[in-house]
Nanobody, 132 residues
Framework: QVQLVESGGGSVQAGGSLRLSCVAS?????????????MGWFRQVPGKEREGVAS????????FYADSVEGRFTVSLDNAKMTLYLEMNSLRPEDTAMYYC????????????????????WGQGTQVIVSS
């Protein structure tokens, strides 16, 4: 069982920046030398489908991004701290959403395409509001 806790959300004006964090504990916790797991960020607006934002493979550091955030968002993983980050720059009102952290060990097919079905563990989310 993996527990994921997100933080860092808040309200910001368009063009601003936020950094989200997600601390993992449990079976994917620090101390394990097996880095064959994936983590990702997803977001959802009420009434709309969940959207994959970014994902990362712990073993190689390979990352994938949604077209809508490419060049503005950066996903990174601190294996020692078991913390996933999402650096969000040049924020737009359409980035407003609840942001969720997800993880999966071992990685499942679909993680490179930001499919929610590729991840089995989810956090509770952190709200991001971008005003124009």
């Amino acid at each position: 069982q993996v527990q994921l806790v997100e933080s860092g959300g808040g309200s910001v004006q368009a063009g601003g920046s936020l950094r989200l964090s997600c601390v993992a504990s449990g079976s994917t916790a620090s101390g394990s030398t097996d880095r064959s797991y994936c983590m990702g960020w997803f977001r959802q607006v009420p009434g709309k489908e969940r959207e994959g934002v970014a994902s990362i493979y712990a073993g190689s550091g390979s990352t994938f991004y949604a077209d809508s955030v490419e060049g503005r968002f950066t996903v990174s993983l601190d294996n020692a701290k078991m913390t996933l980050y999402l650096e969000m720059n040049s924020l737009r009102p359409e980035d407003t959403a609840m942001y969720y952290c997800a993880s999966q060990r071992p990685c499942r097919v679909g993680w490179t395409r930001l499919r929610g079905s590729a991840f089995g563990d989810w956090g509770q989310g952190t709200q991001v509001i971008v005003s124009s």
